[in-house]
């Protein structure tokens, strides 16, 4: 062995020995200390320092906090997140002090440089407490911790409790709401398409490019869908002279979202502008209207606004030609070109049962289960396509209407009818026009034949009356 090999081997075993005397005679009358003295509430920011990393920042921001890495922005930080972080740093313990430690004997224990550094800014003082994480100690779970000249022992385990990344902190949903939920979307290409889908009074319509009923369930997934979107990354620092380094300034795509937030269902608005694609991590590069972050979406999320957008909503269109609700239907009227009848529900004798009138004649008792079966079959009923503008000038003209019966702060009402008008030709063309739509639904000439003829049958007498 050469002698120069062997001195430095006696070297790291003198060091090594010296520090487990000092384990081993250290004082051990400061078991279970805090190491900061601090209260959450007393703590107004937090800086997290690793070798070779941008520093990162937690910091109070009104009732919430905010992280930034670097000279990077500040953005909002996941309230989760943040409290766990804060909490472990308010509840770091240390077991005992290492005594007559000098600056000289700082790397034996590997605090300088140190793994991770922290700097906690208490309210009442400007100047921070600065925390400094070295090597684990010759006794297994344990790890030196200087604070100020201070050399401690704390938990090996302390550490990965608070190295903590700008990422692992961040608030990664895209629209950094609690309780929201969607009232309006607006998505507007770069091509100058712009598309519209409101709920109003508890109900999904297409506002644009017509007014047309949507589906409920495909319109309230959607909706979910984005209230759920979070982050993929957030973009990096763009290269110096770039002028518009993530297809920002002028973007693909724009989506607006009127929504309420929180437990009083404050009204909000959010716009989410997506420019070009992102190779690292992969997705779309987007930011938050004038928010200074840029970050990363999944690319899922930025072809289905873009699928809503070149499909003018097709894919939210709702084809059903009506949407109460059976169970609460308590009349349902029939315009036909032979003159009207209207169903009325009622408690008879025997429970629920129906009566049916036409013209000046005396209401009737008919057949409950037919009644309901055409209720049925209309509720179920979907239409083939999206037609034209209008009903067609010609052909046998006909109108039904259904009203709901609704219980509202414990007060029982009559909804107003929801009205389907209908064309059909000689040829058995059949065209159907909603209440509101700007579009007409084309029904099957099968699907109009079964309802018929279940109208026939629902205004027939039940046997032995």
């Known amino acids: 062995m050469r002698r120069t090999t062997l001195l430095a081997l006696l070297a790291a075993l003198a060091v090594a020995g010296w520090i487990a005397l000092f384990e081993r005679e250290g004082g051990a009358g400061d078991e279970g200390h805090p190491v900061f003295g601090l209260d959450e509430p007393e703590i107004r920011a937090i800086e997290i320092e690793r070798p070779g990393e941008s520093a990162v920042r937690l910091a109070r921001d009104g009732e919430g906090f905010v992280v930034a890495e670097g000279d990077g922005p500040a953005s909002a930080a996941d309230a989760g997140e943040a409290d766990l972080f804060l909490q472990n740093v308010v509840s770091l313990r240390f077991e005992r002090e290492i005594e007559n430690v000098t ?81 309006r979307l607006r998505v507007s290409t770069g091509e100058g398409t712009t598309v519209e889908v409101a709920r109003e009074e508890g109900v999904w319509n297409i506002l644009r490019p017509y007014r047309f009923a949507a589906d409920p369930y495909e319109a309230s997934q959607f909706a979910s869908a984005l209230l759920d979107a979070e982050m993929a990354g957030v973009a990096p620092p763009p290269d110096e002279g770039g002028e518009d380094p993530f297809g920002l300034a002028s973007p693909r795509l724009t989506a607006a979202l009127d929504l309420v937030a929180g437990p009083r269902e404050e009204a909000v608005s959010r716009t989410v502008h997506f420019g070009s694609e992102s190779r690292t991590p992969p997705g779309v590069f987007a930011r938050l209207g004038t928010d200074p972050l ?68 005396a209401p009737v008792v008919v057949d409950t ?46 909804t107003a009818p929801e009205t389907v008008r209908l064309t059909v030709s000689a040829s058995g063309e059949v065209r159907a026009l909603r209440a509101g739509d700007d579009r007409t639904l084309v029904v099957s000439a099968d699907a109009w034949k079964a309802i018929a003829d279940l109208f026939v049958s629902a205004g027939v007498p039940p046997e032995g009356s």
């Not at 079959?377 to 009203?403: C, K, M």
């Open 103 to 183: 600056g000289e004997d700082l790397p034996g224990f590997g605090l300088d440089p140190p793994g991770l550094l922290l700097r906690v800014f208490p309210e009442s003082d400007d100047h921070p407490l600065t925390a400094r994480f070295g090597d684990e100690t010759p006794a297994a779970g344990n790890r030196y911790l200087q604070l100020g000249e201070r050399v401690l022992v704390t938990s090996a385990f302390a550490r990965d409790n608070l190295d903590r990344s700008a990422w692992d902190l961040r608030d990664k949903r895209v629209f950094r709401l609690d309780m929201a939920a969607a009232r």
């Open 294 to 361: 840029i970050f990363v979406v999944r690319k899922p999320l930025f072809d289905a606004l873009r699928e809503v957008a070149d499909n003018e909503m097709a894919n939210l269109r709702s084809l059903d030609l009506f949407r109460f609700a059976a169970f609460r239907t308590v009349a349902l009227r029939f315009a036909t070109p032979d003159g009207e009848s209207t169903f009325h529900r009622r408690e008879g004798g025997e429970g629920r049962e129906w009566t049916m009138e036409s013209g000046r004649a």
């Open 369 to 414: 289960v037919a009644v309901e079966d055409l209720l049925y079959e209309l509720n179920s009923t979907e239409a083939e396509a999206v037609g034209e503008a209008s009903l067609p000038g010609d052909g046998a003209a006909w109108a039904i209407a259904v009203t709901e019966e609704v219980e509202e702060g414990g007060e029982t009402r009559e």
